[in-house]
């Protein structure tokens, strides 16, 4: 019964950490100081991508400064987003998302930006009023979902209208026992009958070997394509070289943030066997991540700015992580107290008839 209680608590105390991450989590979106956008055009390559989902945060105009990404409407233009190629689209209510380049103090801040993929920068300047939010997560591909439900309605079919239909099929069920007090006491009985006996089982060495066995692979696959990391004085001319099997993806970021501007590609992804020229201001100290294309650009240059290391360790942690928990079944199961001892009983049974038959 303790056991039950203890179960019961753990349970209650999972479900109220989710619904309040739930909650945190939606509450900006339906208030509006969130948006999600879908990334329409190759400008900010390759930190984000066409067909990214982008979300931009509402913010203070004042508190934004040089190299942060906004979100906002061209002067005049405020149903097209410029491309790459410097053509332009027609969307209704499209906004462009680029990085500030320069801003100019004055009766209210004025904002030069440039799309971090194109050659010149906006042919405008972007007034604090048109501001309307600042970019603060990539989340990779998830752009393309609307999209392809509308055009293949079996998706739509088997992820959403399918699993909601069977969550509205067993609510009504449950509906229907309960309905019935005398045959809802049985059942809540057998539950908790069944509850007693059913335990989960964490197989700790075979879960502390894979995660050992999948760390060690992980290790050596990111190590070996790592590029220089730490503390450095940048040159006039930094020539930055990619000797692995993997693309890599280099992030350089100047003790002064504001600096990054005057750095020419001061992020970039080179393949493999290649290499990147950058220029800089002479003798610029600065530090360096470079790790393999195995996270989004976005993810890279974000925990470079907490560490220059932290990328690599995020990328062995998280795909450590993914084929361990690919591999949950040979590590978690489910117990039932008294199967055990019916298989016992069947194989020894079997034994004592194989004995009979020898005599």
């Given at each position: 019964?303790?056991?039950?209680?203890e179960?019961e608590?753990?349970?209650?105390?999972?479900?109220?950490?989710?619904?309040?991450?739930?909650?945190?989590?939606?509450?900006p979106?339906?208030?509006?100081?969130?948006?999600?956008?879908?990334?329409?055009s190759?400008?900010?390559t390759?930190m984000?991508?066409?067909?990214d989902?982008?979300i931009?945060?509402?913010?203070?105009?004042?508190?934004?400064?040089?190299g942060d990404?906004?979100?906002?409407?061209?002067?005049?233009?405020?149903?097209t987003?410029?491309?790459?190629?410097?053509?332009?689209?027609?969307?209704?209510?499209t906004?462009?998302?680029?990085?500030i380049?320069?801003?100019?103090?004055?009766k209210?801040?004025?904002?030069?930006?440039k799309?971090?993929?194109n050659n010149?920068q906006?042919?405008?300047?972007?007034?604090?009023?048109?501001?309307?939010?600042?970019?603060?997560?990539?989340?990779?591909?998830?752009?393309?979902?609307?999209d392809?439900?509308?055009?293949?309605?079996?998706?739509l079919?088997?992820?959403?209208?399918?699993?909601?239909?069977?969550?509205?099929?067993?609510?009504?069920?449950?509906?229907?026992?309960?309905?019935?007090?005398?045959?809802?006491?049985?059942?809540?009985k057998?539950?908790?009958?069944i509850?007693?006996?059913?335990?989960?089982?964490?197989?700790?060495?075979?879960?502390?070997?894979?995660?050992l066995?999948?760390?060690?692979?992980?290790?050596?696959?990111?190590?070996?394509?790592?590029?220089e990391n730490?503390?450095?004085?940048?040159?006039?001319?930094?020539?930055i070289?990619?000797?692995?099997?993997?693309?890599?993806?280099?992030?350089?970021t100047?003790?002064?943030?504001?600096?990054?501007?005057?750095?020419?590609f001061?992020?970039g992804?080179i393949?493999?066997?290649?290499?990147?020229?950058?220029?800089?201001?002479?003798?610029?100290?600065?530090?360096?991540?470079?790790?393999?294309?195995?996270?989004?650009v976005?993810?890279?240059?974000?925990?470079?700015?907490?560490?220059?290391?932290?990328?690599a360790?995020?990328?062995?942690?998280?795909?450590?992580f993914?084929?361990?928990?690919?591999?949950?079944p040979?590590?978690y199961?489910?117990?039932?107290?008294?199967?055990?001892?019916?298989?016992?009983?069947?194989r020894?049974?079997?034994?004592?008839?194989?004995?009979?038959h020898?005599?």
């Amino acid at each position: 019964m303790r056991n039950m209680k203890e179960k019961e608590i753990f349970q209650a105390a999972v479900i109220l950490l989710i619904t309040v991450f739930l909650v945190k989590t939606l509450i900006p979106f339906y208030t509006g100081s969130m948006m999600p956008l879908v990334v329409l055009s190759g400008s900010m390559t390759p930190m984000m991508l066409p067909g990214d989902m982008i979300i931009e945060k509402s913010v203070d105009p004042s508190d934004l400064k040089v190299g942060d990404v906004i979100a906002f409407h061209p002067p005049g233009k405020e149903n097209t987003v410029a491309t790459k190629d410097s053509t332009v689209v027609t969307k209704k209510n499209t906004l462009v998302t680029h990085r500030i380049i320069s801003l100019e103090e004055g009766k209210e801040r004025r904002f030069q930006t440039k799309g971090d993929a194109n050659n010149a920068q906006d042919d405008f300047k972007i007034l604090a009023s048109n501001v309307k939010g600042k970019l603060i997560f990539v989340i990779p591909f998830a752009g393309y979902l609307p999209d392809t439900v509308k055009k293949n309605k079996n998706i739509l079919l088997f992820t959403v209208i399918l699993p909601a239909g069977l969550i509205i099929f067993d609510e009504i069920r449950t509906i229907l026992l309960y309905s019935n007090p005398a045959k809802a006491r049985k059942v809540e009985k057998e539950q908790k009958k069944i509850a007693r006996r059913t335990s989960y089982v964490v197989k700790g060495k075979r879960l502390a070997a894979f995660v050992l066995i999948n760390g060690i692979i992980f290790t050596g696959a990111v190590a070996h394509n790592l590029g220089e990391n730490g503390n450095v004085v940048l040159q006039k001319e930094q020539t930055i070289k990619n000797q692995g099997f993997l693309s890599q993806v280099y992030v350089l970021t100047p003790d002064d943030y504001e600096q990054r501007i005057a750095i020419n590609f001061w992020y970039g992804v080179i393949t493999p066997d290649n290499e990147t020229r950058v220029t800089v201001p002479e003798n610029t100290s600065a530090t360096i991540s470079s790790v393999p294309y195995i996270l989004p650009v976005f993810w890279i240059i974000s925990l470079s700015e907490i560490n220059p290391y932290f990328p690599a360790f995020a990328e062995i942690g998280f795909y450590t992580f993914l084929s361990v928990l690919f591999l949950l079944p040979l590590w978690y199961r489910k117990s039932i107290v008294g199967r055990k001892n019916k298989i016992k009983f069947r194989r020894l049974f079997a034994e004592w008839k194989r004995a009979l038959h020898m005599t």
